[in-house]
C-alpha cells in the first residue's frame, strides 16, 4: 500500500496535510494504541526536521505499508530532487557550512544534516569519502552500494548500522549514546535511511508493527 504524496515545505506548510496523511494510514491498517501513538510520532518528527533545512525547501512525503511474516513493515518516505538551481545550490552550502554544528547536535540533526548534504550534492559525484570528510559520524553508518542498472553509484546512511557501531563500546561513546536514548526517532524507529542517488535524495523511516 502506498498513500497519496504530500507536498511538504521548510516553513511548515503542508504539516496538517502530512499528519492527516498518517490517520489515515492508522485507520487504513486498523492500527490503535502503541503502534498508532509510533506513527503519530514518527511522522511528528519527520515534520519537524524539514522545519528549517533551508529557505523554499519541498519535499514529498507519503506513507509505504508490506505484510510480512513478521509483521507490517511500514515505511514513512521523504523525498527532494536535487537542485539544477545554482543560487538554491549555493544557499544549501552556506546553510550546512554556517550551521553544521547547530544541526548536527543529536541525533535528529544528524539525519537532518545528513539529508541537506546529500541533496547539495546527489548529482555531483560526491558519496561516502567525502562525506566522512566533513561529518565523521557521517562514517558510522555510512553505505556505497553497488553500481544500479542505469549504472550510477549510490550511497546511504543508516541509523541502525550507526547504532551497531557505536554498540561494542558504550563508555567511549557515552555522549553519542546519550543522544540515543533522548532521541524520539532513534527509541521508536527500527532504522532510518538517508539515500543519495544521483538526481534525488530520499529519506526513509523503517517502522515494524510485530505480529502478536
Known amino acids: 500500500m502506498k498513500s497519496d504524496v504530500i ?15 498518517a490517520e489515515k494510514f492508522i485507520r487504513y491498517h486498523r492500527l490503535d ?16 526536521m524539514v522545519h ?19 509483521g507490517l513493515h511500514c515505511r514513512i518516505c521523504l523525498s527532494t530532487k536535487k537542485s539544477a538551481n545554482e543560487q538554491q545550490d549555493k544557499q ?25 548534504i546529500s541533496a547539495q550534492n546527489a548529482a555531483d559525484g560526491m558519496y561516502i569519502n567525502e562525506f566522512s570528510a566533513m561529518n565523521n559520524w557521517f562514517e558510522m553508518g555510512a553505505h ?33 549514546w ?12 527500527d532504522d532510518v535511511k538517508v539515500w543519495l542517488k544521483s538526481d534525488t535524495t530520499e529519506l526513509v523511516v523503517d517502522k515494524l508493527i510485530r505480529n502478536v
Open 178 to 189: 546519550d543522544e540515543l536514548e533522548k532521541s524520539i526517532i532513534a527509541k521508536v524507529a
Open 92 to 116: 544549501l552550502l552556506s546553510v550546512s557550512t554556517s550551521r553544521k554544528n547547530e544541526n548536527a547536535k543529536g541525533i535528529l540533526g544528524k539525519i537532518r544534516e545528513s539529508f541537506r
Open 7 to 21: 507536498q511538504i515545505y521548510s516553513d511548515l506548510r503542508g504539516k496538517e496535510e502530512a499528519i492527516a496523511s
Open 33 to 48: 494504541g502503541k503502534n498508532a501513538m509510533h506513527i503519530r510520532l514518527l511522522t511528528e518528527e519527520l515534520v519537524s
Open 144 to 176: 556505497r552500494c553497488e553500481i544500479t542498472d542505469t549504472g550510477l553509484e549510490e550511497a546511504y546512511w543508516s541509523l541502525r548500522s550507526y547504532r551497531n557501531q557505536l554498540e561494542p563500546d558504550r563508555t567511549k561513546a557515552k555522549e553519542e
Open 52 to 70: 528549517g533545512i533551508m529557505d523554499d525547501f519541498m519535499g514529498n512525503l507519503w506513507f509505504e505499508s508490506e505484510n510480512a511474516e513478521d
